[in-house]
């Protein structure tokens, strides 16, 4: 009897571990609401690998949420398939429900025992939440309740983290950590997919840009390198080919693209990108070196 | 999937709604067992206050499948390892619940209610037609529940509609196409109950399960 128990134990064990981490397809996925409603996505490919961390971009409205929420598999799609998502899912909405009758460490000490007994503790620490653990969560700022919601997604290791606005509302410390967070959810094998307004993932290396526009998912080609990314940005943009990043003019020669060079005033320089990186291109702002 | 049924359940307590179910069935069993029901009629009293409680039953399983926000029912769903599961623990939450209040009920009445000692057989009618009145609460209120129907007023009028269509369509001769409870109560008044019980118990049986059904159906494109 006892080694029947081993032997399902470890089958179990083994299969969580198969399952963890696999690679996902998107296959002609479509969603409506309703029957004569229009598209809110269409006809939507995709290969997701594991170690991929995309960055979804779109107007408000487009279907960021939405195309979030399928991924995940809370909503089915009208047409197409997810395939292969992997078993272990974090989900962390663009607002946190507060409107439960638990204090912090209430709420996700109930998590864990649902996520099978998951350690929630070294990431409330790491995102700071450490001190937040007897407050109730309706008496929460927004930034910090979207720091439990965090908390709650990360805290079982998910093999595919979906995260719809994470940098919303977050103070400096976690909006500067979280990039390193979903930098280690990719590197231990996890398919990472946010939608974000404010261009916090931009800075990673590889990073896919995803666009929705018209109910068509567009994936972009990646950024440079953020190497060459701003440190002191300037308010301007990207560069005509000859004065260039080194590489940068031939990359875009290769793909069919012209680099175009635009200054704005320094106060409109993160709406300006916002709205270009909304739009599919990858703006960026030059360094002072490269400026001159 | 038990940890998230304690979840709901803990957070339906927490909340104090649970008083809002608690209360009025508190009320129900006083006005019912007020006078101890006399001698020969302890299955009758025993199928009253069954039936009685069914509406108390759906609106605790509304209140505690509405408790958990909509956002929350997603990290539920990615955290127990799906929709389904969700779904199942919300109704497994709302059952246990449920069968909480039907035995509250049914300890009173056979507690404080009877002028007599009750025979096995009628303890284990009223004990039947308690677990049929839970199983009609939970489908009746899952059905109103929030995801399927969102409008607050529309939710209530069809839990209310839902079981005065139980004891009209019951009192008729085709009483087999509700969970038909007004048959209960006949046939309890008439002292044959334990006779009917089989047949009224399937026809019940079947129409909470397929409300069940349409209710785990309908939340599939519900979340």
Known sequence: MGSISIVRFF???????????STMWLAQVSFRYRRRDRYVIEAAEARLSPGDVVELTGPNGAGKSTLLRLMAGLTRPTSGAVTGRP?????????FPTGQPFTVAGYLRHMARVRGGARWEPWAERVGLDGFSDVRLRELSKGTAHKVGLVQALMAEPGLLVLDEPFAGLDRDTRDALPQIVTEVAARGGIVVASDHQGGLGTLD?????????ARLIEHPPPPSPGLAAEDPLGVEGSPSA??????AELGAARGAVTVEVSVPARDLDGFLRRMRDDGYPARALTEEEVT | MIALVAFRVAAYVRSHRVFQAFLPILVMISIVYASRAPR?????????SAVLVIPFLAWATRGLLDTEPDEQRAISATAVGGRLREVAAGLLAALVTCMAFAALTLGCGLALGLSATPSRGVVAAGVVVHALAVLAGVALGALTSRPVMPSPAYSVMALVAGFLMMLLVGASPAYWLTVPVTAWMKAAGAGRLVSELPGLAAISLAWCLAALALYGYLRRDRP
């Open chain 2, 40 to 48: 020969g009629a302890e299955v009758a009293a025993l199928t009253d």
């Open chain 1, 243 to 248: 004065e260039g990043p080194p590489g940068e």
């Open chain 1, 87 to 95: 078993a272990v899912v974090g989900y962390v909405p663009d607002r």
């Open chain 1, 11 to 21: 089958i179990a064990t083994m299969r969580a571990a198969l399952y963890r981490y």
């Open chain 1, 206 to 214: 590889g990073v896919r840009p995803w666009s929705l526009r018209s």
